[in-house]
Structure formats: structure tokens, C-alpha cells
């Protein structure tokens, strides 16, 4: 027997996650197992899974790993729903590539599994990049880097000269000027 599955989100736009589980005809009596992958860029590290149930009132509770799979086997009923969120965090990578800088580091950021790209910013020709100005510490992007409120995914950055950047989702960018190594 198998199973059809219905996922329902608007991830990466939000962390809200459903999946509601309705097994085949065939597929009522014997247990079905589910292999829920919980990601390494998880901001936490664990996944809370809340099944509701068709047949049972309340919910049961599961737990994944980052890094691992969340594994359920259990017989399965039409209406069976599991909600879970995949929270993300903000993180960086020093660039270690050839094209360095001297005097600068060059950091790409992501959120969770999303790279972003700088916009907005001024090309510095010297440079040939564009500049972050009073980054103190890179490494920690949540510190000079906060959500823009203009859609989903959007940061800017904190700090005096970097008022017209954003860090905005990479495959969201078009025709624009962008950066996804600015310098520091």
C-alpha cells in the first residue's frame, strides 16, 4: 500500500510547514513509514512534528534532529496532518577564494539554505566590490543585519553609509547591480 501526500507552505518565505497524509485504499491496514529529512541549516536542533489525527482527538508529538531524518511508521488514515516549522537563522562565510582584498574580508550570507545577495550598494571601483562600512564582526551576521520589512527574505543593513543596501534573496535578482562576496 502507499499513500498520497499534500504539503502545504509558503517556505522559504515562512517556516510553516503541513503535510497531510492520506493513505491509498490498499494501503489502511499496514503501517506506512514516513522519512521527514530535517535539514543542517535549521536554526535549531530540534524539529517539534505535531500529528493530528483523523481518528483521535488531541495531537501526538515528535521530535527530529537537525542533521537527521525524523522517522514515523504508523498505520496512516485520509485526514492524518502533520505541522512542523523550519526555522531559519542568519549566517555567513568568509571567502578564502583567490580575488582577495587587502585591508578587507569578504563575507557571503546566508538564511538557512537561502543565499543572499548585496543590492543597492555603491560599486567601489578601488575596490572592486561593494564596501560594508563599521561591520564589526562579520562572522556574526544577526548583529549588522536586520529584516528589511519590505517583503520576505529582505535585510538591511545596520549602520551609517549602508542605508540603501539590502541583502535580498540571490535568485531573486534580476538586472540589478549585486554583490554575493561584498567586501568589509
Known amino acids: ?18 503535510l497531510a497524509v492520506a493513505p491509498t485504499a490498499s494501503g489502511n491496514a499496514h503501517p506506512l513509514t514516513l522519512r521527514l529529512r530535517m535539514p543542517g541549516w535549521l ?14 482527538a488531541g495531537t501526538e508529538q515528535f521530535v527530529g534532529k537537525r542533521g537527521d531524518y525524523l522517522v514515523i511508521s504508523r498505520p496512516w488514515a485520509a485526514g492524518d496532518t ?4 523550519l ?7 568568509r571567502y578564502t577564494g583567490l580575488n582577495q ?20 550598494g555603491a560599486w567601489n571601483d578601488a575596490l572592486d566590490s561593494m564596501l560594508l562600512t ?4 562579520p562572522a556574526e551576521p544577526s548583529t549588522w543585519l536586520e529584516p528589511s ?10 549602520g551609517a553609509g549602508n542605508e540603501a543596501m539590502r541583502f535580498v534573496p540571490y535568485y531573486l535578482i534580476q538586472e540589478e547591480l549585486f ?6
Open 134 to 137: 563599521g561591520v564589526r564582526k
Open 87 to 93: 526555522p531559519m537563522a542568519l549566517r555567513s562565510s
Open 101 to 120: 582584498i587587502p585591508g578587507h574580508q569578504r563575507w557571503a550570507v546566508e538564511y538557512g539554505p537561502v543565499l543572499l545577495a548585496a543590492t543597492g
Open 43 to 56: 536554526a535549531e536542533p530540534t524539529v517539534r512534528v505535531a500529528l493530528s489525527t483523523a481518528n483521535a
Open 179 to 184: 554583490e554575493v562576496y561584498p567586501a568589509v
Open 149 to 158: 520589512g519590505e517583503a520576505p527574505l529582505h535585510f538591511r543593513v545596520l
Open 82 to 85: 502533520l505541522t512542523f516549522s
Open 1 to 18: 500500500g502507499g499513500a498520497s501526500l499534500r504539503l502545504q507552505t509558503e517556505w522559504p518565505n515562512s517556516p510553516e510547514v503541513s
